[in-house]
């Protein structure tokens, strides 16, 4: 049974850094491309970085690039998101996924970002 399980959100302030995780029990989770969306409330799910399956590729949302930074460790079958510089408009719950993505997807973890 595939599990995305997402950790390392928390309340911040304006300019703070988080780091979110993503532990993943994909059998063969070095060959997919995976990626980190988010939700804010009343908002539709947005995508907000993708890596290659190698971790060569990596591209971001205009709206986090040069504030985000994913990676991946294909040996802990792990995802990351560091987020720094964090905006009160970054507030959301963010989940990580394959990519493209199919119909599952993780608890989440909420990320709030206080003025």
């Known amino acids: 049974q595939v599990q995305l399980v997402e950790s390392g959100g928390g309340l911040v302030q304006s300019g703070g850094s988080l780091r979110l995780s993503c532990a993943a029990s994909l059998r063969l989770f070095s060959g997919y491309h995976m990626a980190w969306f988010r939700q804010a409330p009343g908002k539709q799910r947005e995508l907000v970085a993708t890596i290659s399956s190698g971790g060569g590729f990596i591209n971001y949302a205009d709206s986090v690039k040069g504030r985000f930074t994913i990676s991946r460790d294909n040996a802990k079958k792990m995802v990351y998101l560091q987020m720094a510089s964090l905006k009160p408009e970054d507030t959301a719950v963010y989940y990580c996924?394959?990519?493209?993505?199919?119909?599952?997807w993780g608890q989440g973890t909420q990320v709030t970002v206080s003025s």
């Open positions: 996924a394959r990519y493209p993505p199919t119909d599952y």
